[in-house]
């Protein structure tokens, strides 16, 4: 596709569940980045992978949170045990260095 | 660690004034971009800037990088109420390619 595809675009859960959200980046891009935005507040930085390299974990904010990147192209952020705190949009950016970064509509993660 | 600070944070203004919105950023940076948020929407990339001295300009929007006072600015001339959303600047830190988001400005524009 001609943009970054993030599914599913809502996703409700019982508070302990585990959620899995997918990110499709625009091809041939290197960078893929995940955020997450509360209501009404900015972007925080969850994580970044670039090409063959190992990511940058530094913000997620807790072990429940990981990631991952396979072949370089779709990524998958997942969430143990979902806390109420969770709750946010999640965004997924792809960039290919320099040319700026393009959004996906997000996932917005509402844990019940 | 690179911190990206964005003032105002909130700016309500009536149509056909102009306005400015700062970003100063704590670290090295040669590239900075500006994007455009509708609520309940997905971030809309307005702008990047890759130098010192750059200026871009779309329609009412002009937007500028100093990156020796590590400032950039977006300058809205003569607003319309169709500009009304949260505007963020992100910085890309020179040593590890993480861009850092602002705050955001939430513009509201009344007509």
């Known amino acids: 596709g001609a943009g970054v595809s993030q599914s599913p675009s809502n996703k409700v859960t019982e508070k302990g569940k585990d959620v899995e959200l997918r990110c499709d980046p625009i091809?041939?891009?290197?960078?893929l980045y995940w955020y997450r935005q509360s209501l009404g507040q900015g972007l925080e930085f969850l994580i970044y992978?670039?090409?063959?390299?190992?990511?940058?974990k530094s913000g997620l904010p807790s072990d429940r949170f990981s990631a991952e990147r396979t072949g370089g192209s779709v990524s998958t952020l997942t969430i143990q045990r979902t806390q109420q705190e969770d709750s946010a949009v999640y965004l997924c950016?792809?960039?290919?260095?320099?040319?700026?970064?393009?959004f996906g509509s997000g996932t917005r993660l509402t844990v019940v | 660690e690179l911190k990206v600070e964005q003032n105002p944070l909130f700016l309500s203004m009536q149509e056909g004034k102009n306005y400015t919105i700062y970003c100063n950023y704590s670290t090295t940076s040669d590239r900075l971009y500006w994007y455009r948020q509708d609520p309940g929407k997905s971030l809309e990339s307005l702008f990047v800037l890759l130098s010192n001295g750059a200026v871009k300009q779309e329609g009412r929007l002009m937007a500028s990088l100093d990156t020796k006072a590590r400032l950039s600015t977006l300058h809205i001339t003569a607003a319309v109420h169709d500009l009304s959303a949260t505007y963020f600047c992100?910085?890309?830190?020179?040593?590890?390619?993480?861009?850092?988001f602002g705050k955001g400005t939430r513009l509201h524009i009344l007509p």
């Open positions: 992100a910085v890309d830190s020179n040593r590890d390619d993480k861009i850092i």
């Open positions: 992978f670039q090409g063959n390299s190992a990511p940058d």
């Open positions: 950016a792809s960039s290919f260095r320099l040319y700026g970064y393009t």
């Open positions: 091809s041939g891009h290197t960078a």
